[in-house]
């Protein structure tokens, strides 16, 4: 077989690994729980473990092992993650086998990706944003992801966009994750709705208890429910005016959306493309875009990851985009 890396992409629900060569063949996937529940301990054990499964699998030793976790990162270390429990954990005590090791944080790693083999492929300062939960952000300068002076950059979704606000989980007021993540974007939704007189109790109870997704809230929100419209307004305003900022400090080539509420499309990218250049008034918006991985963007960084662990500093470059979002990602 192939000369491969073993790629896992450790998220504080799931654990997405992979097998990819040299030459960017993705010969396995796999996906498995993250059990946060049971304490950092418990989820180191279950990352070696994929790992030596994974390498097993693949029928030889790998030539290299990337990760992308959350949290405070070093190519060295995890450093510390509220969502794992983990601190001070060094790279080489999340793999079981003797060979080269890197390690990257989760966000920065797929906007590695999407600069080295996605919608940032050719150009050289981008910001990569994906919406989800959350919403971080990964700063990548001249085709590299900027952590900081200490690894914190990057946190967009901290940015207060209205200071008289809701309370953010992370202690501030107003913080655009409150507003525009897929989280906050169904939970504002279902607050309001469970609450409005106007609407009728579906099951002869009221107030009524209403839960929804985000994916529900931006189909209502097409269809003109205006209660889901001023929702999904409230979203759009506050990522126009994080955006704003961003881009007047600067000035990226291009905003790559990505995560579960890049999803709706141009329900979100054409009334966000308007807004922010409303509020850039005297100079041109960047652009933006749509993220080209998906939810493969973390595993594919962490390959790259693990190649340049190998010594091969230029591996993605000539990695086909087709063949990489052919196989399946588990």
């Known amino acids: 077989m192939s000369s491969f890396v ?7 629900t799931s654990m997405k690994g992979g097998l990819v060569t040299r030459s960017g063949e993705i010969l396995r996937t796999d996906r498995r729980a993250t059990p946060r529940d049971r304490g950092p301990a418990a989820v180191i054990a279950t990352i070696r473990s994929f790992i030596d499964d994974l390498a097993a699998a693949g029928g030889g030793t790998p030539e290299g092992v990337g990760l992308a976790v959350p949290g405070l990162v070093t190519a060295e270390a995890a450093l510390y993650s509220a969502n794992i429990g983990w601190r001070d ?5 999340l793999v079981p086998l003797d060979v080269p090791v890197m390690l990257g944080h989760d966000v920065r790693t797929g906007g590695l990706a999407e600069s080295v ?9 981008f910001l990569f944003l994906p919406i989800g939960t959350g919403i971080a952000g990964a700063t990548i300068l001249h085709g590299e992801p900027y952590g900081g002076s200490a690894g914190w950059g990057g946190e967009i979704g901290h940015i207060p966009v209205f200071p008289e606000g809701e309370a953010c989980a992370c202690g501030q007021i107003g913080c655009l994750e409150t507003y525009a993540s897929a989280s906050a974007v169904a939970r504002r939704y279902s607050t309001r709705a469970t609450s409005s007189p106007a609407l009728p109790p579906s099951t002869g109870t009221s107030p009524v208890a209403v839960s929804v997704t985000a994916e529900r809230v931006a189909a209502l929100t097409a269809s003109g429910d205006p209660l889901a419209t001023e929702i999904w307004g409230d979203a759009v305003e506050a990522l126009s005016l994080a955006l704003a900022t961003y881009t007047l400090l600067l000035d990226p080539s291009a905003i790559v959306l990505g995560g579960g509420l890049a999803e709706a499309g141009t329900l979100l990218s054409a009334p966000l493309a308007e807004r922010l250049q409303q509020r850039l008034a005297f100079r041109q918006a960047p652009p933006l875009r ?9 595993m ?11 010594g091969f500093t230029d591996a993605g470059t000539t990695w086909s985009l087709d063949v990489l979002k052919s196989p399946r990602v588990a």
């Open 290 to 298: 749509h993220a080209a991985l998906g939810v493969s963007a973390g």
């Open 6 to 12: 073993v790629a896992l992409d450790v998220g504080g």
């Open 117 to 125: 083999l996605g919608a940032g492929r050719e150009l050289s300062d």
């Open 89 to 93: 954990i060094p790279a080489t005590d």
């Open 300 to 310: 594919l960084g962490a390959a790259l990851l693990g190649w340049r662990a190998a």
